[in-house]
T-cell receptor, first 115, second 112 residues
Framework: EAQVTQNPRYLITVTGKKLTVTCSQN?????MSWYRQDPGLGLRQIYY???????DKGDVPEGYKVSRKEKRNFPLILESPSPNQTSLYFC??????????????FGPGTRLTVL | GEDVEQSLFLSVREGDSSVINCTYT??????LYWYKQEPGAGLQLLTY?????DMKQDQRLTVLLNKKDKHLSLRIADTQTGDSAIYFC????????????FGSGTRLLVRP
């Protein structure tokens, strides 16, 4: 089954304790992206990756890191989480963006609370 | 700016039609999407429309695009209680990020 998986689904942590949210896709997609969803703001892009070892900042990258060592995985790293990073996080993937709709498929989300 | 705007809430009776509206800003966007988010779930793609189209129909869903006014709408015919969810419109930018710009979502409540 084609899917994007994220782990963990729920996480409560404390300020300053490093954490990683994993994202994996089994569709051989080149493009992967992280979004955060906050009430009244929709989804905003944090980082994206066009392919292995190619990453770039989205609209709200502060406080986050990513890596793309393998095509299928795109982990989101919070080196020193702060309460303003409490949010719902979504990973998405699509085949390399070209002339078609290149639909982005979303993972189930990770709800993060930073105390 | 980058705003994609939607009304926040819509309530309809079961069996009626629902129309969810969206306005976007970037006339260069090539694809516009509608996603559905059920409680506790991720985003599910419902449909998309290419910017040179005026209308697209897919079973109970009809998407209308007015490119001149940058207005997009999603009509759900014969709305069912299972359609209750948050609906997001999104435009895909053709800059180097190819990111999706999302509206804030419209919560649809279907009353029995």
């Amino acid at each position: 089954e084609a899917q994007v998986t994220q782990n963990p689904r729920y996480l409560i942590t404390v300020t300053g304790k490093k954490l990683t949210v994993t994202c994996s896709q089994n569709m051989n997609h080149e493009y992967m992206s992280w979004y955060r969803q906050d009430p009244g703001l929709g989804l905003r892009q944090i980082y994206y990756s066009m392919n292995v070892e190619v990453t770039d900042k989205g609209d709200v990258p502060e406080g986050y890191k990513v890596s793309r060592k393998e095509k299928r995985n795109f982990p989101l790293i919070l080196e020193s989480p702060s309460p303003n990073q409490t949010s719902l996080y979504f990973c998405a993937s699509s085949r390399r963006v070209g002339g078609g709709p290149d639909t982005q498929y979303f993972g189930p989300g990770t709800r993060l609370t930073v105390l | 700016g980058e705003d994609v705007e939607q009304s926040l809430f819509l309530s309809v009776r079961e069996g009626d039609s629902s129309v969810i509206n969206c306005t976007y800003t970037d006339s260069s966007s090539t694809y516009l999407y509608w996603y559905k988010q059920e409680p506790g779930a991720g985003l599910q793609l419902l449909t998309y429309i290419f910017s040179n189209m005026d209308m697209k129909q897919d079973q109970r869903l009809t998407v209308l695009l007015n490119k001149k006014d940058k207005h997009l709408s999603l009509r759900i015919a014969d709305t069912q209680t299972g359609d209750s969810a948050i609906y997001f419109c999104a435009e895909r930018r053709m800059d180097s990020s190819y990111k999706l710009i999302f509206g804030s979502g419209t919560r649809l409540l279907v009353r029995p």
